[in-house]
């Protein structure tokens, strides 16, 4: 199993940046997905997730508005758009798999990608 996050970049302070996380390896319909960030020197937080069907997703509060989450199953890849980006966006962004389940926290994920760059500059 494979997760490819890619998609970020150094971008100014009111930007967008695309986010995808292509998988291979595993039936993409069947896991819930998420999107988890790591900020310079702080832990890894949970920014959003997407259930199985893509019928719930769910935002931590302050990328409410600003982030989008979606998928297509059809072509194994998950998305992550971000809108209206500030300086405390910048982190490295990981993408994350979880059979069934939407989870919050970065613990009890059955996969994780490498994770993508992302900086916003002011």
């Known amino acids: 199993v494979q997760l490819q996050a890619s998609g970020g970049g150094l971008v100014q302070a009111g930007g967008s940046l695309r986010l995808s996380c292509a998988t291979s390896?595993?039936?993409?319909?069947?896991?819930?997905m998420g999107w988890f960030r790591q900020p310079p020197g702080k832990e890894r937080e949970f920014v959003a997730a997407?259930?199985?069907?893509?019928?719930?997703?769910y935002y931590e509060d302050s990328v409410k508005g600003r982030f989008t989450i979606s998928r297509d199953n059809a072509k194994n890849t998950v998305y992550l758009q971000m809108n209206s980006l500030k300086p405390e966006d910048t982190g490295v962004y990981y993408c994350?798999?979880?059979?069934?389940?939407?989870?919050?926290?970065?613990?009890?994920?059955?996969?994780w990608g490498q994770g993508t760059q992302v900086t916003v500059s002011s």
């Open positions: 994350a798999a979880r059979y069934r389940v939407v989870l919050f926290e970065s613990t009890g994920h059955d996969f």
């Open positions: 390896g595993l039936t993409l319909s069947r896991y819930a």
């Open positions: 997407i259930s199985v069907s893509g019928g719930d997703e």
